[in-house]
Nanobody, 129 residues
Framework: QVQLVESGGGSVQAGGSLKLSCIASGYKFTSCGMAWYREVPGKERESVATITNDGITTYADSVKGRFTISRDDSANTLYLEMNALKVEDTAVYRC????????????????????????WGQGTQVTVS
């Protein structure tokens, strides 16, 4: 089955850095765009960064110039490098694969797949103080 497992979260002082990882399995990783979202209780979920299967990236204005999303297709892994962290970056960070997916011989994304409509990881906590 499709699984997304995040790691790399933790506690850091303002101005510090963290690098999050998301290991994907159970589908054709190279067929899907990926994204990082963050969640804070009482606030709407925010899309932090996206990357297409071709490597085209987008960022929320709040993280531009500080965060970098990347992917290693050979390792089925998505990354989010976070620098110059601010207290307001504190959140649970979740990775997500585009969806919906086609469940055929190989589970994969297709032309109708888009961010936030596929599978999600459980999340990793980032706390900036």
């Amino acid at each position: 089955q499709v699984q997304l497992v995040e790691s790399g979260g933790g506690s850091v002082q303002a101005g510090g850095s963290l690098k999050l990882s998301c290991i994907a399995s159970g589908y054709k990783f190279t067929s899907c765009g990926m994204a990082w979202y963050r969640e804070v209780p009482g606030k709407e979920r925010e899309s932090v960064a996206t990357i297409t299967n071709d490597g085209i990236t987008t960022y929320a204005d709040s993280v531009k110039g500080r965060f970098t999303i990347s992917r290693d297709d050979s390792a089925n892994t998505l990354y989010l490098e976070m620098n110059a962290l601010k207290v307001e970056d504190t959140a649970v960070y979740r990775c997500a694969a585009d969806g919906p997916m086609v469940f055929a011989a190989t589970t994969r994304c297709y032309s109708g797949s888009s961010p936030g409509r596929g599978f999600w990881g459980q999340g990793t906590q980032v706390t900036v103080s």
